[in-house]
């Protein structure tokens, strides 16, 4: 009966031990540092030495190496199972807006944890912060705060938690909550409505100049010879007496493509390139908000956008790139050959004989503006056979340029 008792005490116990050997087994081999396997291997190598030679300061250093693993791992025990949430006052600013991020760490369960720190990556930056102890159903809330500097597409998290020494040997790390992207938009300026390139297209907005074949319903007017018998409304001729023919609004539309150069030998330096880059979504915020079709073009980047936030989140991503084609009008042509407007917004660098062929390639019927930035110069506009010349030395240039061109 005792034997039996003994039995099953000794079972308990190789049960106790399994449960604790394999989260330790996990944690040394899944979290050491490699500081922490270097000081392993040390408390090793002078434990065999002294065995060898007898020295007695090597049985010191073992036992010092051996003693800051184990302080180290039991350091690094403890309950971390938390659950974080990650958000932002606005996913969408403009450079030097202030944003603030809100963390919201909770403690899900039952007991309590054991405290922590918490690791905010904010685009190459991290921001650190003591997690403490929390209650079971307990919730820390920690605000940080930065200032958009640059213009970016700028990742937020994701959100480590980590436990471990102050020596850095062992390290137990869980990612808590995905990261979240915050468009920094470029600077624009408000600019007066444009209303140059405007071809008429039977499937563009209704312009206010009446025609007697569209698609958008005006109203009648006598018939007058050789008006087509077509447009004849039946029905008030008969009650009028009079043949009354339709007439209809004429639509317009006009196909605008902005392409920005983003070769960096073409910009003087990273100032002048964020000129650039204002200059190219000031235009393209100011063609959507009247509803003008649009074509982006940056880089190897095309797009089509549907508005003026989903076109400012492509400008927040465009980054100088050295094998842009420096024949902008090639991968332009390639994605928008039937364009009404091309705008072009190049560096000081480029020189205008590149400009002008690259002008030659466009469309004879097509209009064709090219802003060159040139920081502190004065403003300025040249006409060229085929295209439009416009020095910006400043943003603030731009509306009064573009209010010239409309």
């Not at 109203?219 to 007496?241: C, F, M, Q």
């Not at 009354?244 to 639509?251: D, L």
């Not at 002048?272 to 074509?295: N, Y």
Request: proline share 6%.
């Amino acid at each position: 009966m005792r034997q039996s008792h003994t039995t099953r005490r000794a079972r308990a116990i190789r049960r106790s031990i399994r449960r604790i050997r394999r989260p330790v087994a996990r944690l040394v081999t899944s979290t050491v540092s490699p500081l922490g396997w270097t000081v392993i291997v040390l408390a090793i190598a002078s434990a065999v030495a002294f065995t060898r030679l007898g020295w007695h300061e090597l049985l010191a250093m073992a036992v010092a190496l051996t003693t800051m693993v184990v302080c180290a791992i039991a350091m690094s025990l403890g309950n971390t199972a938390f659950a974080a949430t990650i958000d932002v006052s606005d996913r969408r600013v403009t450079v030097s807006d202030t944003v603030n991020i809100i963390v919201s760490v909770d403690n899900p369960g039952r007991t309590p944890t054991a405290s922590a720190r918490g690791d905010l990556p904010i685009g190459e930056h991290h921001e650190r912060f003591t997690i403490p102890i929390l209650a079971a159903g307990q919730s820390k809330q920690t605000t940080v705060q930065f200032t958009a500097i640059n213009r970016a597409v700028l990742p937020v998290g994701p959100l480590s938690i980590r436990k471990g020494d102050p020596f850095g040997l062992i390290r137990r790390e869980r990612k808590l909550a995905d990261h979240i992207n915050v468009f920094i938009h470029p600077q624009t300026v408000m600019l007066s409505t444009i209303s140059a390139g405007i071809p008429r297209d039977l499937e563009g907005q209704p312009s206010g100049e009446i025609v007697d074949d569209d698609l958008d319903f005006y109203g009648l007017r006598e018939y007058e010879p050789g008006d087509d018998i077509r447009n004849v409304h039946w029905l008030s001729s008969a009650k009028t007496g009079a043949l009354m023919i339709r007439q209809y609004e004429a639509t317009r539309r006009t196909d605008t493509a902005l392409t920005i150069s983003v070769n960096p030998n073409d910009y003087q330096d990273a100032q002048e390139f964020e000129l650039a880059v204002s200059i190219h979504a000031s235009i393209g915020v100011q063609c959507l908000q009247q509803d003008r079709p649009v074509t982006a073009h940056a880089g190897d980047q095309h797009t089509t956008p549907r508005n003026a936030t989903e076109f400012l989140d492509g400008c927040s991503a465009i980054n100088p790139d050295i094998d842009d084609n420096p024949n902008l009008a090639q991968d332009t042509l390639t994605h928008a050959p039937d364009a009404t407007f091309y705008f072009f917004t190049v560096g000081s660098a480029k020189h205008i004989d590149i400009i002008k062929r690259m002008a030659l390639a466009l469309p004879h019927n097509a209009a064709c503006v090219v802003l060159q930035t040139a920081p502190g110069q004065p403003r300025g506009i040249k006409r060229y056979t085929g295209f439009t010349l416009a020095t910006v030395g400043d943003l603030t240039d731009l509306p009064i340029i573009m209010g010239t061109l409309a």
